[in-house]
């Protein structure tokens, strides 16, 4: 067969007579090679990279990044030493900052603590970043945006303006490459069921999720990692009723509940894989 640019050729694959996985839609086929002998099929699994890695989701938290896939079950990095280092820099800024503006010694050692602080924790986050690499082939983020997330607390602002998200999504970015890095809408990743769907509107900052619909208990960030990789897998539609948001998957009418016994529930027998983002020291 000869193709000429800007034309194509037409394969009925309804006569087929080789099965295609099942989870593979004919949106996952790509374009066909032509050979003297053959003609070959390239299919797309979403889940699975060309290097064999599977398709992880990560609910970013703030002493914690937490990461789910059928694959490799419930992930955990810890990230309490990268807070760490902008807690003691916050200490050590303030103690000098008043200072700041009547001394140049004092905005010199302010800036030399800013640069110190940037470094250290770049290297914490370009190690966390290859941890996330290491272990999956693309990945999921929140799309997080700190400035809806402030509230009246002091403490709690300080807290996310201290947060490094954007920073690791930046590195995954440039190591990974964007076709391989998705921002997911973070709305409600916690109070949704990931078994049934059921939204729990009294969460109150509890560390163990519980469904009102199906009776799950599962660990709150756990919880939400699941949810976000359902929706890196199937996709959502997101909308807007009397003035409330809501995720929807497009599970294009598989039952939730059997998806989820079949899929998740045999991932998460052997508990959680705990990692850390070491930094300098090298901790994994």
């Keep these: 067969m000869t193709v000429?640019?800007?034309?194509?050729?037409?394969?009925?694959?309804?006569?087929?007579?080789?099965?295609?996985?099942g989870e593979v839609s004919s949106a996952g086929l790509g374009e066909p090679i032509l050979t003297p002998e053959k003609v070959h099929l390239p299919v797309h699994c979403g889940d699975v990279d060309q290097g064999g890695k599977p398709a992880v989701a990560w609910d970013f938290n703030l002493l914690s990044l937490d990461g789910y896939s059928p694959e490799t079950g419930w992930i955990r990095i810890?990230?309490?030493?990268?807070?760490?280092?902008?807690?003691?820099?916050?200490e050590k800024r303030r103690s000098v900052q008043r200072k700041a503006s009547k001394s140049k010694k004092a905005r010199r050692v302010l800036a030399k603590?800013?640069?110190?602080?940037?470094?250290?924790?770049?290297?914490?986050?370009l190690e966390i970043a290859r941890v996330v690499q290491s272990v999956c082939g693309s990945?999921?983020?929140?799309?997080?945006?700190?400035?809806?997330?402030?509230?009246?607390?002091?403490i709690w602002n300080r807290r996310i303006s201290r947060s490094d998200w954007r920073s690791i999504t930046r590195i995954l970015v440039g190591r990974l490459g964007e076709a391989r890095v998705e921002e997911l809408d973070p709305y409600g990743s916690s109070s949704y069921c990931?078994?049934?769907?059921?939204?729990?509107r009294d969460l109150n900052?509890?560390?163990?999720?519980?469904?009102?619909?199906?009776?799950?208990?599962?660990?709150?960030?756990?919880?939400?990692?699941?949810?976000?990789?359902?929706?890196?897998?199937?996709?959502y539609i997101v909308k807007w009723e009397g003035g409330k948001k809501s995720i929807v998957l497009r599970m294009e009418g598989a039952s939730r509940v059997?998806?989820?016994d079949r899929v998740v529930l045999p991932s998460l027998v052997g508990g959680c894989v705990l990692t850390r983002g070491g930094g300098a020291e090298g901790d994994q």
């Excluded at 800007?6 to 006569?15: P, T």
């Excluded at 810890?78 to 916050?90: E, M, Q, R, Y």
């Design 113 to 125: 603590y800013s640069k110190r602080e940037r470094n250290r924790a770049g290297k914490h986050q």
């Design 258 to 260: 059997a998806w989820w």
């Design 78 to 90: 810890d990230t309490s030493k990268l807070a760490s280092i902008h807690i003691a820099s916050f």
């Design 139 to 154: 990945v999921g983020l929140e799309e997080l945006e700190k400035q809806a997330m402030y509230t009246r607390s002091r």
């Design 205 to 235: 900052g509890a560390d163990v999720f519980v469904c009102g619909g199906c009776g799950l208990r599962l660990d709150r960030q756990l919880n939400a990692a699941i949810n976000l990789y359902m929706r890196m897998r199937f996709g």
């Design 4 to 21: 000429k640019p800007g034309e194509y050729v037409y394969l009925d694959l309804s006569k087929r007579y080789f099965p295609l996985p």
């Design 194 to 200: 990931s078994r049934c769907g059921w939204f729990n």
